[in-house]
T-cell receptor, first 115, second 116 residues
Framework: GAVVSQHPSRVICKSGTSVKIECRSL??????MFWYRQFPKKSLMLMAT?????????EQGVEKDKFLINHASLTLSTLTVTSAHPEDSSFYIC???????????FGQGTRLTVV | AQSVTQLDSHVSVSEGTPVLLRCNYS??????LFWYVQHPNKGLQLLLK??????LVKGINGFEAEFKKSETSFHLTKPSAHMSDAAEYFC??????????????FGKGTLLTVNP
């Protein structure tokens, strides 16, 4: 199956700094990628839809200035958590689907801890 | 609009006994349905998917699920649980016919515990 790679898998940062998370589709092109956030023992919450070459579409209640998404190429989307605070600590997961395919492939996730 | 209800937040079974994880869905269009498994601090792995072909879907690791339109259900089963099956399981629906471009809606998850 298709492979989605997410980096880093784990990051610890100081409060007030920014953190960038990368999501790459390794063997297919993805015009659309999705970013999710997962709280402990909770389901995945869709944060935004990343669209190649255009602005991301954010879900209601997600601060677009806080969570910056860039989808500069057909194989790479980045999520930048700006001015991170402890409440931003979470597990972030991206997904992508090859064109004409109904299956979503997920990255391995990034555990963000803000101290 | 689409939604997913996983009826049990936690299921506990003994090794070697059957597994049943229940899922009901709501969809405005012909849905695609998926079951994903997540081990601690890991990403999600697809177990199986239904995309309007055969209603009984076989997946990896001995899991299968049956799409029942009349009951709006897509329950996940396995005849005999293994210790390595212990994980969180998510039922997911995608309303492709609604132009959602693969937007997925997740159930709240069911934690499967397998006792020796």
């Amino acid at each position: 199956g298709a492979v989605v790679s997410q980096h880093p898998s784990r990051v610890i940062c100081k409060s007030g700094t920014s953190v960038k998370i990368e999501c790459r589709s390794l063997d297919f092109q993805a015009t659309t990628m999705f970013w999710y956030r997962q709280f402990p023992k909770k389901s995945l919450m869709l944060m935004a839809t990343s669209n190649e070459g255009s602005k991301a579409t954010y879900e209601q209640g997600v601060e677009k200035d806080k969570f910056l998404i860039n989808h500069a190429s057909l194989t790479l989307s980045t999520l930048t958590v700006t001015s991170a605070h402890p409440e931003d600590s979470s597990f972030y997961i991206c997904s992508a689907s090859p064109v004409e395919n109904t299956e979503a492939f997920f990255g391995q996730g990034t555990r963000l801890t803000v101290v | 609009a689409q939604s997913v209800t996983q009826l049990d937040s936690h299921v506990s079974v003994s090794e070697g006994t059957p597994v049943l994880l229940r899922c009901n869905y709501s969809s405005s269009y012909s849905p695609s349905l998926f079951w994903y498994v997540q081990h601690p601090n890991k990403g999600l792995q697809l177990l199986l998917k239904y995309t309007s072909a055969a209603t009984l879907v076989k997946g990896i690791n001995g899991f299968e699920a049956e799409f029942k339109k009349s009951e709006t259900s897509f329950h996940l089963t396995k005849p005999s649980a293994h210790m390595s099956d212990a994980a969180e399981y998510f039922c997911v629906v995608s309303d492709l016919g609604g132009g959602s471009n693969y937007k997925l809606t997740f159930g709240k998850g069911t934690l499967l515990t397998v006792n020796p």
